[in-house]
């Protein structure tokens, strides 16, 4: 079955620590994968996509094929990095559809 | 340039009555999704258009769901007999297709059936 978890509903961190945000899939062919972000009051928004392999905003994500996960890490985490970030993972070919995960809430206290 | 625009943004109903959910993609987006997110949920997958025709239904939850893109623009979520059950937010997202898979959301429309 294809499935995204992210195991952590909400995850609290000071300013200034590293953060990780686990993503863990299941997909039976090569996917891609990617992490979204929701801002308070904003629509979902794209962060990172594992072809780009770009840093955006301090966050990187390597894709681990080994391990099926794509975690999301920052070594110094800012306040306005406090939002939901939701992991999706979308097929190679076919109809491109998203498989999201259920999000975690990272709060990032001063 | 504009995003996707949802319209309305909120619409607020009675179990059994019909609505109508609209999607204004960016222009130039051959591809068009829809999704469902419950409270607490991420979103799930509805419905996927590429230009005109419905190339994957295969997330709609039964046959009171029902959406059209006509002219391979504007698509409109048509909900009838509502139930309760149905009250999320429904996101629409559009991309330019194919392996140009970024896909851009619209903010929503949050339905609610009383």
């Known amino acids: 079955a294809q499935r995204v978890t992210q195991p952590e509903k909400l995850l609290s961190v000071f300013k200034g620590a590293p953060v990780e945000l686990k993503c863990n899939y299941s997909y039976s062919g090569s996917p891609e994968l990617f992490w979204y972000v929701q801002y308070s009051r904003q629509r979902l928004q794209l962060l990172l996509r594992h072809i780009s392999r770009e840093s955006i905003k301090g966050f990187t994500a390597d894709l681990n094929k080994g391990e099926t996960s794509f975690h999301l890490k920052k070594p110094f985490a800012q306040e306005e990095d406090s939002a939901m970030y939701y992991c999706?993972?979308?097929?190679?070919?076919?109809?491109?559809?998203?498989?999201f995960g259920t999000g975690t809430r990272l709060k990032v206290l001063a | 340039g504009a995003g996707v625009s949802q319209t309305p943004s909120n619409k607020v109903t009675e179990k059994g009555k019909y609505v109508e959910l609209r999607c204004d993609p960016i222009?130039?987006?051959?591809?068009l999704y829809w999704y469902r997110q419950s409270l607490g949920q991420g979103p799930e997958f509805l419905i996927y258009?590429?230009?005109?025709?419905?190339?994957?239904d295969s997330g709609l939850p039964n046959d009171r769901f029902f959406a059209v893109r006509p002219e391979g623009s504007v698509s409109t979520l048509k909900i009838q007999r509502t139930e309760r059950g149905d009250s999320a937010v429904y996101l629409c997202a559009s991309s330019l297709g194919g392996d140009k898979n970024i896909q851009y959301f619209g903010a929503g429309t949050r339905l609610s059936v009383l």
């Open positions: 999706a993972l979308s097929g190679a070919s076919g109809t491109y559809k998203y498989i």
């Open positions: 222009s130039g987006h051959t591809a």
């Open positions: 258009f590429q230009g005109t025709g419905a190339a994957d």
